[in-house]
C-alpha cells in the first residue's frame, strides 16, 4: 500500500518508478502526459495548467510548490482527482481559506502541505476537518492560524503529524491539539506527533 511519510520534490522522486513520475513545465507538458503518472511535480503553472492536469484521474501525488499563479478558483478543478493522495502547495502565496475549502474536497488526501500560504486563516483550517483520512499536515509560515484553528484540526481523528514553525500566532502550550499528541519540542520544532 502507498505511504507517504516526508514532503517535497526529492520525497517525490523516490517513492515512485521513473515512469510514474513527470516534471510538468506548462500547458505542453501536460497534454503529453503519460496515463501511467501517478506523480507530478509541476513548475509555474497556473490555474488553466491546473485545470488540465486535473483531468489525470489516476494522479495520487501533486506537488505544485512555487506555483504563486494559482488561485482559488484554480483548485476547483482537483476534486475530480478521486486518487490523490499527496498535495503540495507551498510558497502558492494565492490560495486562501476559500482555496482549501476546495481542497476539503479531496477525501482519499492524506498528506498536505500548505507551508508559506500566508492568506490561510483558521477559517479555512476548519473546512480540512472534512480529510479524514488526512495524517501530515504542513502550516509551517501560515501566519494567520492562531490557537482556535488548532482546536479545529483536533477534530481530524487521522492526524498524526502537524507541523508549526513560525506561526507566531499559536501560544506554545496549545501546539499540541487534542486528543493529546505528544510533543516533540514546540518552541524549536513546531511539530506535534500522535503516538500510535
Not at 520525497?11 to 501536460?30: C, M, P, T
Not at 501533486?62 to 490523490?84: E, K, V, Y
Not at 499536515?137 to 503529524?161: P, V
Not at 508549526?164 to 516533540?184: F, K
Amino acid at each position: 500500500m502507498y505511504k507517504s511519510r516526508q514532503f517535497g520534490f526529492t520525497h517525490l522522486r523516490k517513492l515512485f518508478e521513473e515512469s510514474q513520475f513527470a516534471v510538468l513545465r506548462g500547458k505542453e507538458d501536460i497534454a503529453w502526459l503519460a496515463p501511467e503518472v501517478v506523480a507530478v511535480k509541476a513548475i509555474d503553472i497556473g490555474d488553466a495548467e491546473l485545470d488540465s492536469l486535473s483531468a489525470q484521474p489516476t494522479l495520487v501525488a501533486l506537488d505544485m510548490s512555487g506555483c504563486d499563479a494559482i488561485i482559488d478558483q484554480g483548485l476547483t478543478g482537483l476534486a475530480r482527482l478521486r486518487s490523490l493522495k499527496e498535495l503540495i502547495t507551498s510558497a502558492c502565496e494565492r490560495i486562501t481559506d476559500d482555496g482549501l475549502k476546495q481542497i476539503s474536497e479531496l477525501n482519499s488526501l492524506e498528506l498536505l502541505d500548505i507551508s508559506l500560504c500566508h492568506l490561510v486563516s483558521d477559517t479555512g483550517l476548519s473546512y480540512l476537518t472534512n480529510l479524514s483520512l488526512l495524517s501530515q499536515l504542513n502550516l509551517n509560515w501560515c501566519y494567520n492560524i492562531t490557537d482556535d484553528g488548532l482546536k479545529e484540526l483536533a477534530k481530524i481523528s487521522s492526524l498524526e503529524t502537524l507541523y508549526l514553525w513560525s506561526c507566531e500566532e499559536i501560544r506554545p502550550r496549545t501546539r499540541s491539539p487534542s486528543p493529546a499528541p505528544r510533543v516533540e519540542s514546540p518552541s524549536v520544532a513546531g511539530v506535534c506527533k500522535h503516538n500510535r
